[in-house]
């Protein structure tokens, strides 16, 4: 956990020190982020985030116990799963949204690196996840994003690759799995 | 920093990643919570949040250089200091509104402990800091914070007895300083 047992919560009354238990862990918002855009296998979390792989694992493990992920099992054999985010889950896109946007902005006069609409009309999302257009919330299943100006390196694995053009959040990866 | 330095941000294209390289540090959100609640003084702080003064003077010098908070001295003789939000600081409101509105769900059905509302027509906001009401964002100047109903426990430090009634946030606590 990340803040220590030692900390007492009740005493804090505050639902953002509750929040950070389970999300405020290193690596733990980029893996949700991830599983937003719709990857699901443990190598595709791996390749895209660089992140070591008994990290990754220890991760996937707490998510799924904390229930913002869910474990299936998609093949027999060899059995292999994927993590499917849970409502629970997918309610942390405003945190994920208004935290990119905040970070877009540094530093000042950065361009974005990856833009967010939403789907039906395709007007970008205003800066509480709204679509401005359409005036109502917008939930992750309708969002699309789309690489922003600031997008220039062009990222070598098969995640990387597919973001590279307009997809829709919660749509799974259709990747060749090498193993 | 968060992440570690071996990170490779760039690689990521993602400013949430960026957001993390700035706030996602043990405490440093909670520390930012408490100034956008009000809270300025070193020993205001440490008392609200029961943080080790090591670790809480580490957090307010890296916010004050990654230009979160301000500081200014209040006083000459001896020469003490407050700190205050920034624009930039403030910015993150969005942020701790949708992590706290998150966090207020776990476990489900927990009542909230604490309320924010437009205090300009006291419509609770939504899930991005926003009035529904007035279909506007709410600069956190213009947010009251109200004791929810799940609030039970009687904090025992100033800043957390003053949180017990409605107040502006960014308002100044009006608190005699012991020292």
Do not use: K
């Given at each position: 956990m990340a803040l220590g047992k030692d900390y007492d919560y009740a005493a804090q009354e505050c639902s953002i020190a509750r929040a950070l238990e389970i999300i405020?862990?290193?690596?733990t918002l980029l893996v949700m982020r991830d599983a937003l855009y719709g990857v699901r296998r443990f190598n595709h979390f791996a390749e895209h985030l660089r992140i070591p792989r008994a990290v990754l694992a220890a991760r996937l493990r707490s998510l799924t116990e904390a229930g913002l992920l869910e474990k299936h099992r998609y093949q027999r054999t060899p059995p292999r799963h994927e993590y499917l985010p849970t409502e629970r889950g997918r309610d942390l896109w405003p945190v994920l949204r208004s935290l990119g946007l905040w970070g877009r902005a540094c530093p000042p006069g950065t361009q974005p690196l990856r833009t967010f609409h939403h789907a039906r009309c395709g007007t970008e999302l205003g800066s509480?996840?709204?679509?401005?257009?359409?005036a109502t919330a917008v939930p992750p299943c309708e969002v699309e994003t789309r690489p922003g100006p600031g997008a220039v390196s062009a990222p070598g694995d098969p995640v990387g690759r597919a973001l590279r053009a307009p997809r829709l959040l919660l749509q799974p990866f259709e990747i060749e799995d090498p193993m």
């Open positions: 405020g862990e290193r690596w509480y996840g709204e679509c401005p257009h359409c």
